[in-house]
């Protein structure tokens, strides 16, 4: 069984940092893109960043120059480091993978995502 894990979240100042980590884990053939999406009170989820396999990134405007993405696909994880956080950043933090899998003619890609993990940003 596939499962995406986050940590990492949690309060802070605004101005200040946290670093998100997300580990992709179970029985799969290899992880295509990653990507961080948020959800804050009453609002949808939107997108975060996204990296690919080969190390490509794109990052929402709201985020670009505060926030970086990046990962280690030897290990299956996926980081997102929040620098100068916002208020308005505040949100549950979800991690998404795009994971292949063997099926039964070849593999499959399937979209996952984690539980979600809480940042807080307030002084």
């Known amino acids: 069984q596939v499962q995406l894990v986050e940590s990492g979240g949690g309060l802070v100042q605004p101005g200040g940092s946290l670093r998100l980590s997300c580990t992709a884990s179970?029985?799969?053939?290899?992880?295509?893109?990653m990507a961080w999406y948020r959800q804050a009170p009453g609002k949808q989820r939107e997108f975060v960043a996204v990296?690919?396999?080969?190390?490509?990134?794109n990052h929402a405007e709201s985020v670009k120059g505060r926030f970086t993405i990046s990962r280690d696909n030897a290990k299956n994880t996926v980081d997102l480091q929040m620098s100068s956080l916002k208020p308005e950043d505040t949100a549950a933090y979800y991690c998404?993978?795009?994971?292949?899998?063997?099926?039964?003619?070849?593999?499959?890609?399937?979209?996952?995502w984690g539980q979600g993990t809480q940042v807080t940003v307030s002084s």
């Open positions: 998404n993978a795009d994971i292949e899998s063997r099926a039964i003619y070849g593999s499959a890609t399937r979209t996952y």
């Open positions: 179970g029985r799969f053939l290899r992880v295509n893109n």
């Open positions: 990296i690919s396999r080969g190390g490509s990134t």
